[in-house]
């Protein structure tokens, strides 16, 4: 499988969830959900830790931690609540990588995020839409790692949220294994253009709320036109 079919394969994963999501199911259900749908469409493993899905929901959205210590929640889904699905599988060696913030509301699955009654978790997809939008309409083929980190944290600064990133990076770039990855943080001057692939994985917050969003793509350069795979 290509990184593109990976990444077909945790589209679907999201859209599959969606459906199935109701008030009352556990995390722990619906990473195993993700993690055995993902197995039987493709993925082999979980390069992330054996990890296939890193899934937050309420209060618990805000954290930010390493896989090798991560533990599922068990907290239950609600009627009105915020959940956070981070998927990694792998297909000889061949990764996707890929989160969404879903947003439940009277007990459903709220697609269009116009359409989300509570303001803040509506302005904070919005805002992730931002991010990715201004990264692209930034990153050419000259731009290295620390310059989109330093871009990007500028901008998630001058409009009100904060990078939760324990380790305060935006994304990474695509190997086949973990221990080689790079990192869109200070210091790494190695242009975007020089790897496959990378990662734009804003996690972002108010300051001070109970609540946090991700989005993350892949994203590659193709005839020098950066585009997400």
């Given at each position: 499988?290509?990184?593109?079919?990976?990444?077909?394969?945790?589209?679907?994963?999201?859209?599959?969830?969606?459906?199935?999501?109701?008030?009352?199911?556990?995390?722990?259900?619906?990473?195993?959900?993700?993690?055995?749908?993902?197995?039987?469409?493709?993925?082999?493993?979980?390069?992330?830790?054996?990890?296939?899905?890193?899934?937050?929901?309420?209060?618990?959205?805000?954290?930010?931690?390493?896989?090798?210590?991560?533990?599922?929640?068990?907290?239950?889904?609600?009627?009105?609540?915020i959940?956070?699905?981070?998927?990694?599988?792998?297909?000889?060696?061949?990764?996707?990588?890929?989160?969404?913030?879903?947003?439940?509301?009277?007990?459903?699955?709220?697609?269009?995020?116009?359409?989300?009654?509570?303001?803040?978790?509506?302005?904070?997809?919005?805002?992730?839409?931002?991010?990715?939008?201004?990264?692209?309409?930034?990153?050419?083929?000259n731009?290295?790692?620390?310059?989109?980190?330093?871009y990007?944290?500028?901008?998630?600064?001058?409009?009100?949220?904060?990078?939760?990133?324990?380790?305060?990076?935006?994304?990474?770039?695509?190997?086949?294994?973990?221990?080689?990855?790079?990192?869109?943080?200070?210091?790494?001057?190695?242009?975007?253009?020089?790897?496959?692939?990378?990662?734009?994985?804003?996690?972002?917050?108010?300051?001070?709320?109970?609540?946090?969003?991700?989005?993350?793509?892949?994203?590659?350069?193709?005839?020098?036109?950066?585009?997400?795979?």
């Amino acid at each position: 499988m290509t990184i593109h079919e990976m990444q077909n394969l945790n589209r679907a994963t999201i859209e599959h969830a969606s459906k199935v999501i109701v008030p009352g199911m556990t995390l722990i259900e619906l990473r195993k959900l993700c993690e055995e749908y993902m197995l039987s469409h493709g993925a082999d493993s979980f390069w992330y830790w054996d990890v296939g899905a890193f899934v937050f929901a309420g209060d618990k959205t805000t954290v930010s931690v390493s896989g090798r210590e991560y533990k599922t929640d068990d907290h239950i889904i609600e009627p009105n609540d915020i959940i956070t699905i981070d998927l990694s599988p792998q297909s000889n060696c061949i990764w996707g990588d890929y989160a969404r913030t879903l947003i439940v509301e009277n007990g459903k699955i709220v697609k269009d995020v116009e359409q989300i009654q509570n303001d803040e978790w509506r302005n904070g997809l919005k805002m992730e839409v931002y991010l990715h939008e201004a990264m692209l309409g930034f990153v050419n083929e000259n731009t290295n790692f620390e310059a989109l980190f330093y871009y990007i944290n500028d901008q998630i600064k001058a409009r009100g949220y904060v990078n939760l990133d324990f380790l305060g990076n935006l994304g990474h770039s695509i190997v086949k294994d973990k221990k080689h990855r790079i990192y869109i943080e200070k210091g790494n001057t190695e242009k975007l253009s020089a790897v496959e692939a990378f990662t734009f994985e804003p996690h972002i917050s108010l300051p001070g709320s109970l609540y946090g969003y991700k989005k993350e793509n892949i994203y590659g350069f193709n005839g020098g036109v950066l585009t997400e795979l």
